[in-house]
């Protein structure tokens, strides 16, 4: 069975009977079993995948009604709630920690009969862009097992590149969806702030950050945004998006558009292979009809620092409640006084997330916030301000996803600052709020290029069509895995 | 000069749900741990959705304290590790970023005295925390999360009280208000706590948290006025510290923990977007606000001639002021004050007696009738209501069983009067020189009657048998 199909082709196959829902869903457990060894892009496999597949080929053939997903097999990042299961965060402080309830995309998805067949892989809290840093290890890239995933979204973007699945859901909150895209060569999406309901997405830096999806081609990207979008009353940040059809329109073209070139996202040291990748797309671009020119973003320099402060801020916090009194792993607290139960109980988290919450309790704390978080602050209006006026002169602006190639586990995570910088191109879409793709484009030596298109906030839909339009130029070799 | 200043804590007690989730707001009635929800829990993964109704009655308290009300209000995090907090944040307002809470500068009018309002924020209430075990060394501390997330709004004042009287004043008007809002039920426990700052001449501000209900917070202030001036009069310095209300010793006591030093690392709520509170939506509630106490007691005067004292008491109790709108007519307005306020108000001031109280708006209005015209004189109405308050039989059942009705029958009055004449010839000739002398012998018919002959029949009656 060809498992390497599209999310769509995979609905047109089982709506018209070709194959089975419990036939592709159990090659896909299969293909797991196989492969899974060596990528490790999966926490833990849904036992009932199969079993939930047959129900579902009994109701399509019953003539019941059946939801848009057809049993598709999809993979969920492991910082989402689904209902009875171990939602972990990649982390040994919540070892244990299985959810009383459904994140409000996976109540979508299973209302649209999406299977879930496991939870994937990420750097611990959503906390890096390896999946190092993940508690239970990194996934591998399948394009070159030697290399990293990309993060934090690692796992999500190793199961769809690896044919274990055929859509999934990542978050993103700096480039933690595109950058492992980018990296596996998926497509990689983070929507306009609020388009997506957060709600069961456990939080990292909750102001910034939004679910996004990951699949082989734009039209899938479209096809999951139409099952998942739209006003929640579980999320007071969403917007209402009028139940728009994403794929509605996709293939109009961008004949006539303009794009904006970010000169700060091309610059010092950025990998020549990818400077002449991103170069061949925005050739290919004018030759469809689009006009290309080059702008400055002034702020774009400050924007990683400013980044990471505002993160580190909102984690601090947003971590502060795994104090393990209510819930987590087995550490009784009989001969502790609290302050020294929490601290002791605290120790589970690992040293990244560690890392960040020293600088989280640090830079907005009395007599410091002026000099950094206030500061950051201060970036992220200035930064939002000057993409906003970009955005009155261009209809999209292009960037790398990542101005460097995949590189080689172990080979960054002891020099954190070095990792950070990886961030320049991808944090501008989450501190101003902006939709932004990653778009598989390119392959250097058997490791995938991404090129990123980022559009005005709520303009989702044209920039699915722009992203759609490149995609047609492409042409990639196929997973060696 | 001593100065007092309050931070006044208020739990919005008639809302349905709790301030970022549905869980009960009335939490009272539920079993340890069971009106809780991953929301108010802090599990991981869940957001607080905002409740309007809290929005918009904290927005009515605050302008019912004259508080400025902002175009936009915001929230914050308050970042602290305690136990009873289930995300080891407190959602709250804060003021220091521009003003964002719910109300700004206010006042309240305590006589002639004013008292200013610092700010009033909406914020959530922490759970409870439970001690149990016997020894200090395998003591334990149990959480009850039924309370987290209730609706709580803070009001701090400036430290303009100079006496524990000023206070208990501003906290009966303050209950008044709240209760004639709809908003809160200022009696339940744990409804209203409060923390305090005092100073006196020369002294330092000390802080007195942990006040559990506005009876302690008058007495704790009392306390510590008086444990402050005997320092200051033995010539011992007065520090600045955080001292706790002990409500079974009722003292205070000095509190070793930090709390002052605490940096709790403020900075906006994402999860909650703005809230728009516009002059159009700001004149909207408006409209939607019952009327005032001051409104209801002009309205009082001027309307149904009652006197300013009465007024005053009848309007600014939401019990008594419901049950005056539900009973007055136009003729007998001042009659149904006068009951509430001479003969009922002995009878119902505790919330106790309040709910097992029978006595309704129609008694009422009966009553106020009966008198009018004379069908029960006002002694006998006492008896009557009485009886109605512990029965809640209506009122002309009441009046046959207890035989109350006045005599009225006038040949019957008329034998009564005639044989009072007869016993009394000195009065009844000195009534004819002095109008005074009626009174005596009206009274005289009262008294053979017990009290129940037609008063107005009666000096009827009495002028025509003796010719004046
Ligand atoms: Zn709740």
């Given at each position: 069975m060809n498992l390497k199909i599209?999310?769509?082709d995979y609905?047109?196959e089982v709506?018209?009977?070709n194959i089975s829902a419990e036939d592709f869903v159990a090659n896909t457990i299969e293909r797991?079993?196989?492969?899974?060894?060596?990528?490790?892009?999966?926490?833990?496999?849904?036992?009932?995948?199969?079993?939930?597949?047959?129900?579902?080929?009994?109701?399509?053939?019953?003539?019941?009604?059946?939801?848009?997903?057809?049993?598709?097999p999809?993979?969920?990042?492991?910082?989402?709630?689904?209902?009875?299961?171990?939602?972990?965060?990649?982390?040994?402080?919540?070892?244990?920690?299985?959810?009383?309830?459904?994140?409000?995309?996976?109540?979508?998805?299973?209302?649209?009969?999406?299977?879930?067949?496991?939870?994937?892989?990420?750097?611990?809290?959503?906390?890096?862009?390896?999946?190092?840093?993940?508690?239970?290890?990194?996934?591998?890239?399948?394009?070159?097992?030697?290399?990293?995933?990309?993060?934090?979204?690692?796992?999500?973007?190793?199961?769809?590149?690896?044919l274990?699945?055929v859509?999934?859901?990542?978050?993103?909150?700096?480039?933690?969806?595109?950058?492992?895209?980018?990296?596996?060569?998926?497509?990689?999406?983070?929507?306009?702030?609020?388009?997506?309901?957060?709600?069961?997405?456990?939080?990292?830096?909750?102001?910034?950050?939004?679910?996004?999806?990951?699949?082989?081609?734009?039209?899938?990207?479209?096809?999951?945004?139409?099952?998942?979008?739209?006003?929640?009353?579980?999320?007071?940040?969403?917007?209402?998006?009028?139940?728009?059809?994403?794929?509605?329109?996709?293939?109009?073209?961008?004949?006539?558009?303009?794009?904006?070139?970010?000169?700060?996202?091309?610059?010092?040291?950025?990998?020549?292979?990818?400077?002449?990748?991103?170069?061949?797309?925005?050739?290919?671009?004018?030759?469809?009809?689009?006009?290309?020119?080059?702008?400055?973003?002034?702020?774009?320099?400050?924007?990683?620092?400013?980044?990471?402060?505002?993160?580190?801020?909102?984690?601090?916090?947003?971590?502060?409640?795994?104090?393990?009194?209510?819930?987590?792993?087995?550490?009784?607290?009989?001969?502790?006084?609290?302050?020294?139960?929490?601290?002791?109980?605290?120790?589970?988290?690992?040293?990244?997330?560690?890392?960040?919450?020293?600088?989280?309790?640090?830079?907005?704390?009395?007599?410091?916030?002026?000099?950094?978080?206030?500061?950051?602050?201060?970036?992220?209006?200035?930064?939002?301000?000057?993409?906003?006026?970009?955005?009155?002169?261009?209809?999209?602006?292009?960037?790398?996803?990542?101005?460097?190639?995949?590189?080689?586990?172990?080979?960054?995570?002891?020099?954190?600052?070095?990792?950070?910088?990886?961030?320049?191109?991808?944090?501008?879409?989450?501190?101003?709020?902006?939709?932004?793709?990653?778009?598989?484009?390119?392959?250097?030596?058997?490791?995938?290029?991404?090129?990123?298109?980022?559009?005005?906030?709520?303009?989702?839909?044209?920039?699915?069509?722009?992203?759609?339009?490149?995609?047609?130029?492409?042409?990639?070799?196929?997973?060696?895995? | 000069?001593?100065?007092?200043?309050?931070?006044?804590?208020?739990?919005?007690?008639?809302?349905?749900?709790?301030?970022?989730?549905?869980?009960?707001?009335?939490?009272?009635?539920?079993?340890?741990?069971?009106?809780?929800?991953?929301?108010?829990?802090?599990?991981?993964?869940?957001?607080?959705?905002?409740?309007?109704?809290?929005?918009?009655?904290?927005?009515?308290?605050?302008?019912?304290?004259?508080?400025?009300?902002?175009?936009?209000?915001?929230?914050?995090?308050?970042?602290?590790?305690?136990?009873?907090?289930?995300?080891?944040?407190?959602?709250?307002?804060?003021?220091?970023?521009?003003?964002?809470?719910?109300?700004?500068?206010?006042?309240?009018?305590?006589?002639?005295?004013?008292?200013?309002?610092?700010?009033?924020?909406?914020?959530?209430?922490?759970?409870?925390?439970?001690?149990?075990?016997?020894?200090?060394?395998?003591?334990?501390?149990?959480?009850?999360?039924?309370?987290?997330?209730?609706?709580?709004?803070?009001?701090?004042?400036?430290?303009?009280?100079?006496?524990?009287?000023?206070?208990?004043?501003?906290?009966?008007?303050?209950?008044?208000?709240?209760?004639?809002?709809?908003?809160?039920?200022?009696?339940?426990?744990?409804?209203?706590?409060?923390?305090?700052?005092?100073?006196?001449?020369?002294?330092?501000?000390?802080?007195?948290?942990?006040?559990?209900?506005?009876?302690?917070?008058?007495?704790?202030?009392?306390?510590?006025?008086?444990?402050?001036?005997?320092?200051?009069?033995?010539?011992?310095?007065?520090?600045?510290?955080?001292?706790?209300?002990?409500?079974?010793?009722?003292?205070?006591?000095?509190?070793?923990?930090?709390?002052?030093?605490?940096?709790?690392?403020?900075?906006?709520?994402?999860?909650?977007?703005?809230?728009?509170?516009?002059?159009?939506?700001?004149?909207?509630?408006?409209?939607?606000?019952?009327?005032?106490?001051?409104?209801?007691?002009?309205?009082?005067?001027?309307?149904?001639?009652?006197?300013?004292?009465?007024?005053?008491?009848?309007?600014?109790?939401?019990?008594?002021?419901?049950?005056?709108?539900?009973?007055?007519?136009?003729?007998?307005?001042?009659?149904?004050?006068?009951?509430?306020?001479?003969?009922?108000?002995?009878?119902?001031?505790?919330?106790?007696?309040?709910?097992?109280?029978?006595?309704?708006?129609?008694?009422?209005?009966?009553?106020?009738?009966?008198?009018?015209?004379?069908?029960?004189?006002?002694?006998?109405?006492?008896?009557?209501?009485?009886?109605?308050?512990?029965?809640?039989?209506?009122?002309?059942?009441?009046?046959?069983?207890?035989?109350?009705?006045?005599?009225?029958?006038?040949?019957?009055?008329?034998?009564?009067?005639?044989?009072?004449?007869?016993?009394?010839?000195?009065?009844?000739?000195?009534?004819?020189?002095?109008?005074?002398?009626?009174?005596?012998?009206?009274?005289?018919?009262?008294?053979?009657?017990?009290?129940?002959?037609?008063?107005?029949?009666?000096?009827?009656?009495?002028?025509?048998?003796?010719?004046?």
């Amino acid at each position: 069975m060809n498992l390497k199909i599209s999310a769509l082709d995979y609905v047109q196959e089982v709506k018209t009977g070709n194959i089975s829902a419990e036939d592709f869903v159990a090659n896909t457990i299969e293909r797991i079993q196989n492969v899974d060894d060596k990528l490790h892009a999966f926490l833990s496999v849904n036992e009932d995948a199969i079993n939930q597949a047959r129900a579902i080929d009994k109701k399509i053939k019953s003539g019941e009604k059946v939801g848009d997903c057809f049993g598709m097999p999809i993979s969920i990042k492991d910082n989402m709630c689904i209902k009875d299961s171990k939602t972990t965060c990649a982390s040994k402080m919540l070892e244990n920690f299985i959810a009383p309830y459904d994140a409000t995309v996976i109540a979508k998805l299973k209302r649209q009969d999406a299977i879930f067949v496991g939870k994937v892989n990420m750097d611990e809290f959503a906390m890096g862009l390896t999946t190092e840093f993940s508690a239970y290890g990194p996934s591998k890239n399948p394009w070159n097992v030697e290399y990293v995933s990309g993060g934090s979204s690692g796992g999500s973007a190793v199961s769809v590149s690896a044919l274990e699945c055929v859509a999934s859901l990542g978050s993103d909150t700096g480039g933690s969806v595109r950058n492992p895209a980018s990296f596996c060569s998926a497509v990689g999406y983070k929507p306009t702030y609020g388009l997506i309901s957060r709600y069961g997405l456990i939080s990292y830096a909750n102001s910034i950050e939004q679910i996004g999806p990951l699949t082989r081609t734009v039209k899938d990207t479209a096809f999951m945004l139409n099952l998942i979008t739209g006003i929640d009353p579980n999320d007071d940040t969403t917007i209402d998006n009028k139940n728009e059809d994403y794929l509605s329109g996709i293939e109009s073209g961008i004949e006539g558009k303009k794009i904006g070139i970010i000169k700060e996202m091309i610059g010092e040291g950025i990998d020549p292979a990818v400077l002449s990748a991103t170069k061949d797309a925005i050739a290919k671009l004018e030759g469809l009809g689009a006009t290309c020119e080059e702008i400055s973003l002034d702020m774009v320099k400050y924007s990683v620092a400013a980044y990471y402060t505002i993160t580190a801020t909102e984690a601090g916090s947003n971590l502060a409640r795994y104090d393990n009194l209510r819930y987590g792993y087995d550490f009784p607290l009989d001969g502790y006084e609290f302050n020294s139960y929490i601290s002791k109980a605290r120790r589970k988290f690992g040293p990244e997330v560690i890392r960040r919450m020293i600088i989280g309790g640090f830079v907005p704390s009395a007599g410091h916030s002026g000099k950094y978080f206030l500061k950051a602050l201060k970036v992220k209006s200035k930064l939002t301000k000057e993409v906003n006026g970009a955005f009155k002169k261009f209809d999209f602006l292009i960037s790398p996803t990542v101005p460097i190639l995949p590189f080689k586990l172990g080979e960054k995570i002891d020099d954190p600052v070095s990792l950070f910088l990886v961030d320049i191109n991808t944090v501008t879409a989450n501190l101003t709020g902006k939709p932004a793709i990653s778009i598989p484009f390119a392959n250097s030596n058997g490791l995938p290029i991404g090129i990123q298109l980022m559009a005005d906030s709520m303009h989702d839909k044209l920039l699915l069509q722009a992203a759609y339009a490149l995609e047609q130029t492409v042409r990639l070799p196929e997973v060696p895995i | 000069m001593t100065m007092i200043g309050l931070e006044i804590h208020c739990q919005l007690t008639n809302l349905n749900s709790k301030l970022f989730c549905s869980c009960k707001a009335n939490y009272r009635e539920f079993k340890i741990n069971e009106n809780i929800c991953p929301v108010c829990m802090g599990l991981p993964g869940s957001l607080p959705r905002l409740n309007q109704e809290a929005v918009k009655k904290a927005t009515m308290i605050a302008m019912a304290l004259n508080c400025t009300i902002p175009e936009k209000i915001a929230f914050f995090r308050k970042n602290y590790f305690y136990p009873d907090s289930p995300k080891n944040f407190q959602i709250t307002q804060l003021n220091i970023y521009g003003d964002t809470s719910v109300g700004g500068t206010g006042s309240v009018m305590i006589g002639d005295k004013k008292i200013r309002i610092t700010r009033i924020q909406l914020e959530e209430d922490p759970g409870r925390l439970i001690y149990d075990g016997s020894s200090s060394k395998n003591q334990i501390t149990l959480v009850d999360y039924n309370r987290a997330g209730t609706p709580l709004v803070e009001i701090v004042t400036e430290p303009d009280f100079e006496t524990p009287h000023e206070v208990r004043d501003f906290l009966n008007i303050l209950s008044n208000i709240l209760t004639n809002l709809g908003v809160a039920d200022p009696s339940l426990e744990g409804a209203m706590r409060a923390d305090a700052n005092i100073s006196i001449e020369g002294g330092k501000k000390v802080e007195i948290k942990n006040i559990g209900s506005f009876h302690d917070l008058e007495k704790a202030v009392h306390f510590e006025i008086i444990r402050q001036d005997s320092l200051h009069s033995r010539n011992i310095e007065i520090i600045q510290e955080t001292r706790h209300w002990d409500d079974r010793r009722k003292i205070t006591v000095s509190s070793r923990s930090k709390e002052e030093d605490l940096d709790y690392r403020y900075f906006l709520e994402g999860d909650i977007p703005w809230v728009k509170i516009d002059p159009e939506i700001q004149k909207k509630l408006k409209t939607e606000m019952p009327e005032s106490i001051s409104s209801k007691k002009a309205r009082y005067i001027s309307k149904y001639n009652i006197p300013a004292q009465v007024a005053d008491v009848l309007s600014s109790d939401k019990y008594y002021s419901d049950l005056f709108e539900d009973a007055y007519t136009e003729s007998n307005a001042k009659e149904v004050a006068n009951i509430i306020t001479t003969e009922l108000m002995g009878l119902v001031d505790t919330r106790e007696k309040r709910e097992v109280s029978k006595f309704t708006s129609v008694h009422l209005r009966d009553l106020a009738d009966a008198i009018q015209s004379g069908k029960v004189s006002r002694n006998s109405s006492k008896n009557a209501l009485h009886e109605i308050l512990k029965s809640g039989k209506d009122l002309s059942t009441v009046i046959s069983e207890l035989d109350l009705g006045n005599v009225s029958d006038e040949s019957e009055l008329s034998r009564i009067i005639a044989q009072i004449i007869s016993e009394e010839p000195q009065a009844v000739e000195q009534s004819k020189s002095n109008s005074q002398t009626i009174n005596y012998l009206v009274g005289k018919v009262m008294q053979k009657t017990k009290g129940k002959a037609d008063p107005v029949l009666t000096l009827d009656i009495l002028k025509k048998q003796i010719g004046i």
